[in-house]
């Protein structure tokens, strides 16, 4: 059974630091397109199709990120551990938002894996952890 189960969210200021964790049973990420997306507060009663990739990395490490982080986060894998991470620094208010992992088994295979892939492209999501950043 394929699960994913993200951590590390939380309430900062401003400049300050988190690190997201997601970690994944079921099947190996390095075989996957990994992906980091969020919600903003006033989205997240839009529905799931609203969420914005973040960050994404393949099989290769090859990664790429939304200009909003460009800079200031860093998607990895920890293949040993199965986990995909997001240090998230210069943190900013509107950074504020739900934050969720993502896999798809297919995307790899068909040469995609970007943050211009649409929510609706993964199919495994994770439940997703709150990070608040206040001014």
């Known amino acids: 059974q394929v699960q994913l189960v993200e951590s590390g969210g939380d309430s900062v200021h401003a400049g300050g630091s988190l690190k997201l964790s997601c970690v994944v049973s079921?099947?190996?990420?390095?075989?996957?397109?990994m992906a980091w997306f969020r919600q903003s507060p006033e989205k997240e009663r839009e529905g799931e199709n609203e969420?914005?990739?973040?960050?994404?990395?393949?099989?290769?490490?090859?990664?790429d990120y939304a200009d909003s982080v460009k800079g200031r986060f860093t998607i990895s894998l920890d293949n040993a551990k199965n986990t995909l991470s997001l240090q998230m620094n210069s943190l900013k208010p509107e950074d504020t938002a739900m934050y969720y992992c993502a896999a798809d088994p297919s995307l790899l295979a068909r040469g995609l894996c970007g943050t211009d892939l649409t929510p609706q492209t993964f199919g495994d999501w994770g439940q997703g952890t709150q990070v608040t950043v206040s001014s």
């Open positions: 079921g099947y190996s990420i390095s075989t996957y397109c």
């Open positions: 969420r914005e990739a973040v960050a994404t990395i393949n099989s290769d490490g090859k990664t």
